[in-house]
């Protein structure tokens, strides 16, 4: 039987099986045969059809909850834990579709990559023997510590044109720049797909961006989202796919498409993708694909590109002229703060930003590539030939994956950077995520600093947990530059830089770099793959101990009760940013993303508390005041100790709360902890399912204003979300007692469908999965 199940799930999933997606898309398309937008294809290419006919007349955009089953989920080894103790308490024997986990996320940054990894294989052995182990018994293919960052692995291995793939992580849209739609979603959400439940997603609007023209000089395509990022802000690509289009999608190499597509997370967009062209088939080819080329060449035009005519069928159109497109340096502390390059001076003198550089790093899933390494190989080389032997600052560079690593060690580009200074960390995250073992400033007694990279996050303290570094993005060849230069007062396009020549200085300025789009050859480094195991693996165990305090097995939420959401205290009322690194901060934490118990102690640690007097002091960010006995303490122990006295309580949120990444332990914990809703101005998309997933309600206000309202010692209740009370599209009525006893009433929206009340009433998603596939 299992060689039956295997053969099914082989059948079933041909990734590259176009004939079959091609029916489907005709299908769709029968009662309305106007041209298709890419990604409309794309989606709808991948609708499930078993138990539906779909129409496109019957599909609205930001309505519709699309069915859909993609060709593959990957997640990375900060999400697996807990998506695979999720998958564990499902039961099921082994994955439904082809399913990869990569160890990037764990590894700290500190003395570069050969020391770093062993420290990783040290302080993670026991994640990483649950990992290597689950992937075993179930079928999933497991990339080990140091084979590379999951995004640029995926792109490597399994992106492929017309694709659909679903990722714990949210710059999974990475593979937009192989024509693949890449979702962010939550563990939740993976462990659905893996189950072979079908994947829903409400089907996102169409935002698209008509590239002409050709990038110059110093621009490159980071240029394009960073610009876009201060068009649109971290939330304006909310429930949209970014499609790009015309003559300009053609000047790109696949990997700098990737680095749009990657970085469009920070816009908040549900994806972004690129059409087949030329750069992708190259990119197939040098990665030892040309078969999957010569296949979609075959289907470019029915489904890998949009139709003549789409155009018009967009929700919105941007125009970017890359002739005209300036270099662009994004931040601090938020990547839409956009300033193109001839106005960054004048907004540094304007800010009281330290303009001194303490580190430059590049690197990331968004700007790793080996075309990004050879642009920092050319100014090294130009600044080495001009007498500049040494970077100014710490100059940190993590090659995407271990392919790229060993390419560029063969072609000499990684000891150019070292005899320049650099430091070549390893293949994976670092201080993209706060991995980062940082001793160059005084990191405890939060030093003022500034930092740049080529990284696409820069939230407060993402990368070493210090609120005030300061943290710029731009493209690699930019963080390069600063790094010879040392400080932030600087424009290469008009700026030299000084160099000392025994004594004698001269002045000395880069040139645009060179860059060369694909080695004419990748060479494949140490294998670090563990291939999925296609034999009977019921017999295999998963190395779990009970005493862990790492990996913890899952106890099911309870199902819903009625009234549980009636006089409920506020735990905080959480004012301003609210990512998931202010939910659920990263760095130190990282250790318990497997064990829930252990990770509930750092819930909003990081968010702002508006009913304390003198909130956004570090004293007391991350507080708030236990009811119980007037004290004021950390949050989760607010929580817990309303939770051990039986008191329910909720969270009352800002605008698009739950921003950043796909963490699902923004939504577990609160959950854990005791919480019953969160009743926000907006919610970031991912988050506001992962909430739903964990049995958490997510409700936001109709009257913005009336969260201007609500005081310190309020209660609340909620009514008309009981068993078959809660209706898809129908308000829910809020009354909110404050402690001289008056009363007022709100009105809250939800975005629940049908399907999703169930995940409500069984306790969470995980509940409900069990029941419909187990019985
Ligand atoms: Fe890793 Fe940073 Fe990308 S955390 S997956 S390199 S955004």
Redesign the pocket.
């Given at each position: 039987s299992c060689i039956k199940l295997i053969n099914i799930v082989i059948l079933q999933y041909n990734p590259l099986d176009y004939g079959s997606r091609l029916k489907t898309l005709q299908d769709v398309k029968r009662s309305n045969p106007r041209p298709l937008t890419l990604s409309e294809k794309v989606l709808y290419s991948h609708l499930i059809t078993d138990a539906k006919e779909w129409s496109l007349d019957d599909i609205e955009r930001g309505k519709t909850i699309l069915q859909l089953r993609p060709d593959r989920v990957a997640c990375?080894d900060a999400t697996a834990t807990m998506a695979l103790l999720q998958f564990i308490s499902a039961g099921l024997p082994r994955v439904k579709i082809p399913t990869s986990i990569h160890s990037?996320?764990l590894i700290v940054a500190e003395y570069g990559a050969e020391a770093d990894l062993r420290r990783a294989a040290g302080d993670h052995q026991e994640v990483y023997a649950f990992l290597s182990s689950a992937a075993k018994k179930y079928g999933i293919g497991y990339w080990k510590a140091g084979a590379g960052?999951?995004?640029i692995t995926i792109f490597e291995n399994y992106a492929f044109p017309g694709g659909l793939i679903t990722g714990t992580?949210s710059?999974t849209p990475n593979a937009g720049g192989m024509g693949m739609m890449g979702i962010g979603v939550g563990g939740s959400d993976a462990v659905d797909a893996m189950a072979g439940m079908p994947w829903e997603l409400a089907c996102p609007k169409v935002l698209g961006v008509h590239l002409t023209g050709q990038l110059q000089g110093w621009s490159s395509s980071k240029d394009i989202i960073c610009k876009l990022a201060g068009i649109l802000t971290v939330s304006g690509g909310k429930g949209k796919v970014i499609e790009f289009f015309g003559p300009g999608c053609e000047t790109l190499g696949s990997t700098a498409m990737a680095t749009v597509c990657n970085m469009s997370a920070e816009i908040g967009s549900t994806s972004c993708i690129f059409p087949y062209s030329s750069a992708m088939s190259r990119y197939l080819a040098a990665t030892k694909r040309s078969d999957v080329a010569a296949h979609a060449d075959l289907f470019k035009e029915q489904l890998l590109t949009a139709d003549p005519g789409s155009d018009k069928y967009y929700d919105e159109i941007i125009e970017i002229d890359l002739s005209r497109l300036e270099p662009h340096i994004n931040g601090p502390f938020t990547p839409d703060l956009a300033h193109p390059l001839s106005q960054f001076k004048e907004h540094m003198s304007a800010s009281s930003w330290p303009s001194k550089l303490s580190c430059s790093m590049v690197g990331?899933?968004?700007n790793s590539s080996y075309e990004d390494l050879s642009k920092v190989r050319d100014l090294v080389v130009q600044a080495k030939a001009a007498g500049l032997e040494k970077v100014k600052t710490p100059f940190l560079v993590s090659p995407g994956s271990e392919q790229i690593r060993a390419t560029a060690e063969e072609r000499g580009i990684l000891e150019t950077l070292r005899q320049a200074g650099a430091t070549v960390l390893s293949n994976s995250?670092g201080p993209?995520?706060g991995q980062w073992d940082r001793k160059d400033v005084d990191v405890a007694g939060a030093e003022r600093n500034s930092v740049i990279s080529s990284?696409?996050?820069n939230f407060t303290g993402r990368h070493d947990s210090n609120p005030e570094t300061h943290s710029f993005v731009t493209s690699p060849e930019l963080a390069t530059v600063f790094a010879f230069n040392g400080d932030l007062n600087f424009d290469p396009t008009t700026d030299s830089v000084s160099v000392d020549n025994a004594g004698a200085t001269t002045e000395f300025r880069f040139s645009p770099p060179k860059s060369m789009e694909l080695p004419t050859s990748f060479s494949p480094g140490d294998n670090r793959f563990q291939a999925p195991v296609l034999s009977d693996t019921s017999a295999l165990t998963v190395d779990i101990h009970a005493s862990s305090d790492r990996l913890q097995l899952l106890t099911p939420f309870k199902p819903w009760e009625d009234g549980k959401a009636s006089k409920m205290d506020i735990l905080i009322k959480v004012s301003g940013k609210c990512t998931t690194d202010h939910i659920s901060p990263a760095g130190p934490w990282y250790k318990y993303r497997g064990h829930l118990e252990n990770i509930s102690n750092n819930m909003l640690l990081g968010a702002t508390n508006s009913f304390l007097p003198d909130a956004s002091s570090l004293e007391m960010v991350g507080k708030a005041l236990d009811p119980t006995d007037r004290q004021t303490k950390p949050v989760p122990h607010t929580a817990k100790s309303l939770q051990r006295v039986g008191r329910r309580w909720c969270i009352i949120g800002d605008n698009n709360y739950g921003e950043g990444s796909s963490r699902e332990h923004a939504a577990l914990e609160p959950r854990f902890l005791g919480g019953v809703a969160i009743i926000a101005r907006s919610f970031a998309r991912i988050h506001e399912t992962n909430l739903k997933k964990q049995g958490m309600l997510p409700l936001t206000f109709d009257d913005l204003a009336d969260y201007d309202k609500i005081k310190e010692g309020d209660t609340i209740s909620l009514l008309g979300v009981d068993d078959g009370e809660l209706q898809p599209g129908k308000q829910v009525t809020m009354v909110i007692v404050s402690k001289d006893g008056s009363q007022w009433t709100a009105t809250l929206n939800h975005s629940y469908h049908a399907n999703q009340i169930e995940w409500l009433r069984a306790g969470s998603a995980l509940n409900y999965i069990k029941r419909v596939t187990l019985g």
């Amino acid at each position: 039987s299992c060689i039956k199940l295997i053969n099914i799930v082989i059948l079933q999933y041909n990734p590259l099986d176009y004939g079959s997606r091609l029916k489907t898309l005709q299908d769709v398309k029968r009662s309305n045969p106007r041209p298709l937008t890419l990604s409309e294809k794309v989606l709808y290419s991948h609708l499930i059809t078993d138990a539906k006919e779909w129409s496109l007349d019957d599909i609205e955009r930001g309505k519709t909850i699309l069915q859909l089953r993609p060709d593959r989920v990957a997640c990375h080894d900060a999400t697996a834990t807990m998506a695979l103790l999720q998958f564990i308490s499902a039961g099921l024997p082994r994955v439904k579709i082809p399913t990869s986990i990569h160890s990037d996320h764990l590894i700290v940054a500190e003395y570069g990559a050969e020391a770093d990894l062993r420290r990783a294989a040290g302080d993670h052995q026991e994640v990483y023997a649950f990992l290597s182990s689950a992937a075993k018994k179930y079928g999933i293919g497991y990339w080990k510590a140091g084979a590379g960052i999951i995004h640029i692995t995926i792109f490597e291995n399994y992106a492929f044109p017309g694709g659909l793939i679903t990722g714990t992580d949210s710059h999974t849209p990475n593979a937009g720049g192989m024509g693949m739609m890449g979702i962010g979603v939550g563990g939740s959400d993976a462990v659905d797909a893996m189950a072979g439940m079908p994947w829903e997603l409400a089907c996102p609007k169409v935002l698209g961006v008509h590239l002409t023209g050709q990038l110059q000089g110093w621009s490159s395509s980071k240029d394009i989202i960073c610009k876009l990022a201060g068009i649109l802000t971290v939330s304006g690509g909310k429930g949209k796919v970014i499609e790009f289009f015309g003559p300009g999608c053609e000047t790109l190499g696949s990997t700098a498409m990737a680095t749009v597509c990657n970085m469009s997370a920070e816009i908040g967009s549900t994806s972004c993708i690129f059409p087949y062209s030329s750069a992708m088939s190259r990119y197939l080819a040098a990665t030892k694909r040309s078969d999957v080329a010569a296949h979609a060449d075959l289907f470019k035009e029915q489904l890998l590109t949009a139709d003549p005519g789409s155009d018009k069928y967009y929700d919105e159109i941007i125009e970017i002229d890359l002739s005209r497109l300036e270099p662009h340096i994004n931040g601090p502390f938020t990547p839409d703060l956009a300033h193109p390059l001839s106005q960054f001076k004048e907004h540094m003198s304007a800010s009281s930003w330290p303009s001194k550089l303490s580190c430059s790093m590049v690197g990331s899933c968004t700007n790793s590539s080996y075309e990004d390494l050879s642009k920092v190989r050319d100014l090294v080389v130009q600044a080495k030939a001009a007498g500049l032997e040494k970077v100014k600052t710490p100059f940190l560079v993590s090659p995407g994956s271990e392919q790229i690593r060993a390419t560029a060690e063969e072609r000499g580009i990684l000891e150019t950077l070292r005899q320049a200074g650099a430091t070549v960390l390893s293949n994976s995250c670092g201080p993209c995520v706060g991995q980062w073992d940082r001793k160059d400033v005084d990191v405890a007694g939060a030093e003022r600093n500034s930092v740049i990279s080529s990284f696409n996050r820069n939230f407060t303290g993402r990368h070493d947990s210090n609120p005030e570094t300061h943290s710029f993005v731009t493209s690699p060849e930019l963080a390069t530059v600063f790094a010879f230069n040392g400080d932030l007062n600087f424009d290469p396009t008009t700026d030299s830089v000084s160099v000392d020549n025994a004594g004698a200085t001269t002045e000395f300025r880069f040139s645009p770099p060179k860059s060369m789009e694909l080695p004419t050859s990748f060479s494949p480094g140490d294998n670090r793959f563990q291939a999925p195991v296609l034999s009977d693996t019921s017999a295999l165990t998963v190395d779990i101990h009970a005493s862990s305090d790492r990996l913890q097995l899952l106890t099911p939420f309870k199902p819903w009760e009625d009234g549980k959401a009636s006089k409920m205290d506020i735990l905080i009322k959480v004012s301003g940013k609210c990512t998931t690194d202010h939910i659920s901060p990263a760095g130190p934490w990282y250790k318990y993303r497997g064990h829930l118990e252990n990770i509930s102690n750092n819930m909003l640690l990081g968010a702002t508390n508006s009913f304390l007097p003198d909130a956004s002091s570090l004293e007391m960010v991350g507080k708030a005041l236990d009811p119980t006995d007037r004290q004021t303490k950390p949050v989760p122990h607010t929580a817990k100790s309303l939770q051990r006295v039986g008191r329910r309580w909720c969270i009352i949120g800002d605008n698009n709360y739950g921003e950043g990444s796909s963490r699902e332990h923004a939504a577990l914990e609160p959950r854990f902890l005791g919480g019953v809703a969160i009743i926000a101005r907006s919610f970031a998309r991912i988050h506001e399912t992962n909430l739903k997933k964990q049995g958490m309600l997510p409700l936001t206000f109709d009257d913005l204003a009336d969260y201007d309202k609500i005081k310190e010692g309020d209660t609340i209740s909620l009514l008309g979300v009981d068993d078959g009370e809660l209706q898809p599209g129908k308000q829910v009525t809020m009354v909110i007692v404050s402690k001289d006893g008056s009363q007022w009433t709100a009105t809250l929206n939800h975005s629940y469908h049908a399907n999703q009340i169930e995940w409500l009433r069984a306790g969470s998603a995980l509940n409900y999965i069990k029941r419909v596939t187990l019985g």
